[in-house]
């Protein structure tokens, strides 16, 4: 059911706020987030709109735990981070979706602490993002 103040479910501006939208897997939708002071920060967002992880079904649940891992293996060939954070927040946004977030030993800014949910401190051009879209798309 498509929720037209969703910016997952509706995507068109209200995602251009902050998201470009890679692909979709089969329980999802990957999306690159435009702050990226974590080279290969995405997010996964369910296809269905729900709040909760609980409201899936055990197949569902257990696809996008799936879509999830995808797209975390891709992350990791493609940027080779020394870890990746995966946060689930939904204070603000009532719709189920993971954000993972590359992070590295030589970034002092946030190795070792918790990512911040959007700093502010690095846009890309559009051929920039037009760059990681192409290289993540080709690694899932």
């Known amino acids: 059911m498509l929720h037209e103040d969703c910016s997952y479910c509706a995507e068109g501006a209200l995602l251009d706020a ?12 990957v999306i690159l987030f435009k702050e ?10 369910c296809k269905r709109h729900v709040d909760d ?17 995808r797209v975390a293996e891709c992350l990791h060939k493609v940027f080779h981070p020394d870890k990746i954070n995966f946060g689930a927040y939904g204070d ?10 590359p992070k590295y030993k030589d970034d ?12 502010h401190r690095k846009e890309l051009t559009d051929a920039e993002y037009r760059e990681l879209i192409d290289q993540i798309r080709e690694a899932l």
């Open 108 to 119: 002092s800014y946030e190795w070792g602490d918790v990512f911040a949910m959007n700093p």
């Open 53 to 69: 992880i609980t409201s899936l079904t055990k197949e569902e649940r257990a696809q996008y735990i799936e879509d999830i891992n």
């Open 36 to 45: 990226q002071s974590h080279r290969g920060r995405v997010i996964v967002a």
């Open 18 to 29: 902050f998201g470009i939208k890679i692909t979709e897997l089969p329980m999802s939708k």
């Open 92 to 101: 603000t946004m009532h719709h189920l979706h993971v954000h993972l977030v």
